[in-house]
């Protein structure tokens, strides 16, 4: 057994302990760190820890990243020490802590039931070894045993562009926003430039006025493959000219996601449509073509001028030739081109160099940008623009250990009076790299430094995003007030600069975090509009989690018809992804939609191949929604024993970040189950890890739950004072938030037991609060026919009756309700 700090690691028993305390981990963080341990005599390279963590070659070095960022915070080996795994730049890790060998037995063995309830004990509960078999049998998928991380994955920072990894506080799954999804939707960015603001507006052209911004189309060419990255290059360099004399431009990381699909010749409702997303007044579209080693780019306005405006630029190099272009278009739009500073040979060679790897990157083209960044000479990569670009290379890459040692190292090197708005931004992509490695420290440290500089300058788009980064940790942080605050100066901010994008974020952010305060009135509309703002923008993932959001409001609100009509939508953002774990993700929230309607058989279908293909990958991320959405689905097709199998799985997901809704029903449908089987001494261990969950948590939903839990098995063992007690304070409990969802689950078990003690007059006041809900939700209907049905009030008890058998679809009531009382 190795001992090291405040752990003992067993190889013999693969069990990891924390001061006397089981640490559940997934098997691939157990192996990566055994295996770190065991080498630790020299430095192990990422080929060989990928082939000894995955059996394989053909593995991304972005997962093993994921990965040992994973373990580093398992083991406390988080921020800028690495005490324990140190990086090996351009090579690997190496385990770097000090080892003790001890004695096999030395260690004191708790079980998970007997041992202190911390988040990961809680998390597997007594159900770490859960069988697997009842979903795998039901669906036929490969019988997997399923690893159980103990920490969240790391991922990138800023506010709400939901793709990269998602995160944050009432999460399902990755397609649920929540808290530190306010960073992913932020972090996620479609393209590079969206997380780094690669843009052709650096600072925001003198009293620009958003409205009245030209854009530039990514330009077309009459070129060889080689040239490819010209359209995005000369676009950017044209930008910079327009800007550079004053003329407001919609930034590039804007174009490129508005523009994604239009067509070589756009007719003028698709022009239309592109000035409503970004806010420009004028378009303008340029070619370039090369005769005789001598270059031509043309640019006209085909939008916002008439008539419209046209000129030429020819030189020897593309570049050149577009610069002249955009200069002289700058002086028909009103405007006096900025001086050109005399640059030497190097220095213009260093331009070229950085536009054709920054339009590459941007591209999604990062082996190809690698290779023009390693034609600089030594000279060029001193410049602070060379270091920037090549640490935006490593994060896009997911190379988070190079890029914050580049960036770290640049931040150090550019002053704060000489180069306030380049240190800014090298802080802001720093702050990417600090929430990649789940360092909010490092990250609200980076956004003070990057407003302090941007404040007061001419800089909206810097100082957007480190306001969006410090809105960030306030979400994380639940601090809901300060990420309002900092989320409405961001969104100013991006407005100055003529950054729709930005603002369309910064607007996902707010809505979100409404959501997670349950202020559904306020959220559900602005989630309509954040998620219509990123449609135009063609940011599928962005708008696939707010999709899912405005689900899980409706549910919440015990409406499922009205998620019923996202449906068609989800299923057509899934047919968009490139993603497999997001697909999947997307069809486990349309098959939660219809099981809620009552839709089992296309739910299963929906579920089996998601089910599989999820649990296939073993993407951690992904775990906890595939095993709810199960277990709901056994649930509602009467499979008692697969939707308890289920739900423990759930359980020992990682749920760090899950909030309290969709745990507390995981934990309800395993404690009802062991009632149902009369498994009474089995039902404290669920109460009590429930109980330690609620308090963690501590917010009204989570204790409400857990009291109803009290109630429930209060009821089961005969506790008659114990349970009306546990009830009451259920009902209150529910009552602080007013979320349908809450109060319709704590009513129905509270009246159905009243019921069941033949105090109907008190159940009838309970069932009478939640009536208004019968007439869209399945419970809410059960409920009524329950109470009419032990009133004996026939002609209400029919109709009632003929109210849920509309609601409840391919679901079974039970015979008990049918029979006429």
Request: glycine share 6%; proline share 3%.
């Amino acid at each position: 057994m190795y001992q090291f700090e405040r752990f003992r690691l067993s190889r013999e028993t693969r069990e990891l302990w924390r001061e006397g305390e089981r640490v559940v981990v997934s098997s691939r963080v157990f192996d990566c760190l055994l295996w770190l341990i065991e080498h630790r005599d020299r430095a192990v390279g990422r080929d060989e820890l990928i082939g000894a963590i995955w059996g394989k070659a053909d593995v991304a070095d972005n997962l093993l990243a994921q990965l040992v960022v994973r373990v580093r915070r398992v083991i406390s080996d988080t921020g800028d020490q690495q005490r324990m795994i140190r990086t090996v730049a351009g090579f690997g890790y190496r385990w770097v802590g000090a080892i003790e060998l001890v004695a096999t037995g030395a260690h004191e063995s708790v079980g998970a039931e007997a041992a202190p309830v911390d988040q990961d004990t809680m998390r597997a509960d007594e159900s770490s070894g859960v069988a697997r078999e009842s979903a795998a049998a039901i669906f036929a998928v490969p019988q997997v045993e399923l690893s159980v991380p103990s920490a969240a994955p790391a991922q990138p920072a800023s506010t709400v562009e939901v793709a990269r990894r998602a995160h944050a506080s009432s999460r399902r799954w990755t397609m649920r926003a929540t808290v530190g999804m306010l960073v992913c939707i932020v972090a996620a960015w479609v393209v590079l430039g969206e997380r780094f603001g690669v843009s052709s507006s650096k600072t925001a052209a003198p009293n620009a006025v958003p409205t009245t911004a030209a854009m530039v189309l990514p330009v077309a060419l009459d070129a060889g493959p080689d040239d490819s990255w010209m359209r995005l290059g000369l676009m950017s360099v044209i930008g910079e000219r327009l800007h550079d004399a004053g003329q407001a431009v919609v930034p590039v990381d804007n174009v490129v996601a508005a523009s994604r699909d239009l067509a070589a010749a756009p007719a003028a409702s698709e022009l239309d449509e592109l000035a409503r997303t970004t806010g420009a007044a004028v378009i303008l579209q340029a070619r370039a073509n090369q005769a005789g080693g001598h270059w031509a780019v043309s640019l006209r306005t085909i939008r916002g001028r008439e008539p419209g405006l046209s000129v030429d630029g020819s030189a020897d190099d593309a570049l050149t030739a577009a610069r002249i272009a955009g200069d002289r278009m700058a002086v028909l739009l009103g405007f006096s081109p900025a001086a050109q500073t005399g640059r030497s040979a190097s220095e213009r060679e260093l331009a070229v160099l950085l536009k054709q790897a920054e339009a590459l990157t941007l591209s999604g083209r990062s082996a190809a940008a690698r290779v023009v960044l390693q034609g600089a000479t030594a000279e060029q990569r001193k410049s602070p623009e060379f270091r920037y670009q090549a640490a935006v290379l490593e994060f896009s890459t997911d190379h988070f250990d190079q890029a914050q040692t580049a960036l770290e190292s640049l931040v150090q090197d550019l002053s704060p009076e000489g180069s306030p708005v380049m240190r800014a931004r090298a802080l802001n992509a720093l702050g990417s790299v600090f929430y990649t490695q789940g360092d909010k420290a490092g990250l609200i440290r980076v956004s003070n430094a990057a407003i302090a500089l941007t404040s007061n300058r001419n800089a909206p788009e810097e100082l957007g995003r480190a306001l969006e980064g410090r809105a960030t940790v306030a979400g994380l942080k639940r601090d809901w007030d300060a990420a309002l605050a900092d989320f409405a100066q961001a969104r100013i901010a991006f407005e100055i600069a003529g950054d729709r994008l930005g603002a369309a974020r910064i607007d996902a952010g707010i809505a979100i975090t409404q959501s997670l305060r349950d202020r559904f009135s306020v959220a559900l509309p602005m989630l309509e509009t954040a998620a219509a703002q990123m449609a135009a923008f063609h940011s599928v993932g962005v708008e696939a989690i707010l999709r899912a959001d405005q689900v899980a409001i409706w549910l919440a609100l015990a409406n499922p018809k009205a998620a019923l009509r996202i449906e068609t939508r989800l299923h057509e953002l899934a047919a968009q992804t490139a993603s497999p774990g997001q697909r999947n993700s997307l069809d486990l929230t349309r098959a939660e939609i219809l099981i809620a309607n009552g839709q089992l058989g296309a739910a299963g279908l929906l579920l089996q191949p998601a089910y599989a293909e999820t649990l296939k990958a073993g993407d951690e991320a992904y775990l906890f929604g595939m095993h709810y959405v199960a277990a709901l689905y056994a649930l509602n097709t009467g499979n008692r024993a697969m939707a308890e199998q289920e739900a423990g799985a759930a359980l020992a997901s990682r749920m760090d970040d899950a909030g309290a809704r969709d745990p507390a029903r995981m934990w309800l449908i395993r404690l009802r189950a062991r009632i149902a089987d009369e498994q009474i001494a089995a039902l404290d261990p669920i109460v009590a890890a429930m109980e330690v969950w609620a308090a963690k948590d501590d917010t009204p939903v989570a204790r409400a739950y857990a009291a109803l839990a009290v109630a429930e098995r209060a009821v089961a063992v005969g506790d008659h004072a114990a349970a009306e007690s546990a009830y009451e304070q259920a009902t209150q409990l529910a009552g602080e938030r007013e979320v349908p969802a809450d109060t319709l689950a704590v009513a129905s078990s509270y009246a159905s037991w009243l019921m069941g003690e033949g105090d109907l007059d008190r159940a009838g006041r309970i069932v009478g609060r939640v009536a208004g809900w019968a007439d869209d939700d399945y419970e809410a209907a059960l409920l009524q026919v329950r109470f009419y049905h032990a009133l004996k009030q026939q002609a209400a008890w029919k109709s009632a009756l003929d109210n849920a058998r509309r609601l409840a679809g391919e679901r079974v009531i039970s015979a008990d309700l049918l029979t006429p009382p």
